[in-house]
C-alpha cells in the first residue's frame, strides 16, 4: 500500500500512486493457467501492454479464469483505463462476492477518480466478506480522512472567516500525509449504497459491514454464512417456527443457479435497549425471480457481532 497523498497534489500523480496500490495476490494460484505466470513476469518488468496482450490471448481460451481476469483488471489500472479495470472488479465482485480483494481494488479506483463515496461503500462490502481484512479497515479511515477534509474545505470556500474548520482541515491534512492505505466503494453487483450523513461512526459502520456481509453471503448462495447473520433469538413472524423457517431459507439461498442482492441507501439508527436498526432499499434478482424492496433489518450483539434479530419488508 501507499501513502495516501494531500487533496492538494497533483491529481494525475495522487491518481498514480492510488493504482499503484493495488492488491496483488488474490490467492487463485493453484487455479491459474501457466500463461498467468508469465504475464506477472511482464508485469514486474513493467511490459504492460505486452502483459495485456498475453491475458488476451489466455482469456480468449478461458474466459471464465479468475486469476487472469484479476490481472487485467491490474493491468487495465496501471495502463490508466480505470474505466475498463472498473468493469472487471465488478465482474469479479459480481461472481466471487465472498473475497475481499476485488472489492479493495474497486475502492482504489473510484477513489483514484475522487469518488469517495463509493470506494467508501466498497470497503465496507471487504469488511462485510472479512471482518479481520486489516487493509480494508486502514483504508477505510484514510477515506473518511479524505471525506472529512473535502468536507472541511467546501466549509472554507462558503465562509473563509471559518476559523473552526480552518484549524480542522489543518489538523486533517497533516493526518493524510501520513495514513497508508487504499479508499471504499459499491458492494455486490452494481449496488450503489450511500448512507446519509447521519449514518457515521464506528458503530454505525459496524451495521453496515454486517448488512452487506449478509447481502453478500446471499449472493454466493453460502447457506451456513447467510443463516449464522441472524441471531439465536431470531424471530420469523407469522407464527412461523425458527426450525421451519431455516428449511425454507435453505431451499431459497442454496436452489437458484445465481443470486444478486443489493443494498441501496442504508440508514442506521440506534435504539435505547442496545439495538439497532437498518433501512434500505433491497434489489433482488436470480435466475427465478426478481423484486425491489424496501427491507429493514434489527441487529443485536451477540458473540462480539451484529446479528440480525428481526427483518421486515414492504414495497419500496
Known amino acids: 500500500m501507499v501513502v495516501v497523498q494531500d487533496l492538494r ?10 493504482i499503484a496500490a493495488l492488491v496483488l495476490s488474490l490467492g487463485f494460484d493453484a487455479l491459474a493457467a501457466p500463461s498467468t505466470a508469465d504475464v506477472r513476469e511482464l508485469m514486474a518488468a513493467g511490459k504492460l501492454e505486452a502483459a495485456r496482450a498475453a491475458l488476451e490471448e489466455h482469456l480468449a481460451v478461458d474466459a471464465t479464469d479468475p486469476n487472469a481476469r484479476f490481472l487485467s483488471g491490474l493491468v487495465l489500472a496501471r495502463l490508466e483505463r480505470r474505466d475498463e479495470a472498473i468493469e472487471v472488479f465488478k465482474g469479479l465482485v459480481r461472481d466471487y ?8 481494488n474497486l475502492a482504489v479506483l473510484y477513489a483514484a477518480d475522487g469518488r469517495y463515496e463509493e470506494a467508501r461503500d466498497a470497503l465496507l462490502r471487504a469488511i462485510g466478506t472479512h471482518p479481520s481484512y486489516a487493509t480494508a479497515h486502514e483504508n477505510l479511515g484514510d477515506i473518511y480522512a479524505r471525506m472529512a477534509a473535502s468536507a472541511y474545505d467546501k466549509a472554507l470556500t462558503l465562509d473563509a472567516d471559518n476559523a473552526s474548520a480552518g484549524s480542522k482541515l489543518a489538523l486533517v491534512n497533516e ?19 450511500t448512507p446519509p450523513s447521519s449514518t457515521s461512526g464506528p458503530r454505525a459502520e459496524e451495521i453496515l ?3 452487506y456481509g449478509w447481502a453478500t453471503a446471499w449472493s ?6 447467510y443463516l449464522d447473520a441472524y441471531a439465536a433469538d431470531f424471530e420469523p413472524g407469522e407464527g412461523v417456527s425458527r426450525q421451519r423457517w431455516e428449511a425454507q431459507r435453505r431451499r431459497r439461498v442454496a436452489g437458484p443457479a445465481f443470486i444478486e442482492v443489493n443494498v441501496e441507501d442504508p440508514e442506521v439508527t440506534f435504539r435505547g435497549d442496545g439495538r439497532a436498526a437498518v433501512s434500505f432499499l433491497q434489489s433482488y434478482r436470480s435466475d427465478r425471480y426478481r ?3 424496501r427491507k429493514t433489518l434489527e441487529f443485536v450483539r451477540e458473540d ?5 434479530i428481526r427483518e421486515r419488508a414492504q414495497d419500496p
Open 291 to 293: 423484486d425491489r424492496v
Open 9 to 18: 497534489d497533483n491529481e494525475n500523480m495522487r491518481c498514480r500512486r492510488l
Open 175 to 193: 493526518l493524510l500525509p501520513a495514513t497508508r492505505g487504499v479508499p471504499v466503494s459499491a458492494g455486490p453487483t452494481n449496488t450503489s449504497a
Open 220 to 225: 454466493a448462495r453460502d447457506v451456513a454464512a
Open 304 to 308: 462480539g457481532g451484529w446479528k440480525i
Open 209 to 211: 459491514a454486517a448488512t
Open 97 to 104: 462476492p465472498e473475497l475481499p480483494e476485488p472489492h479493495n
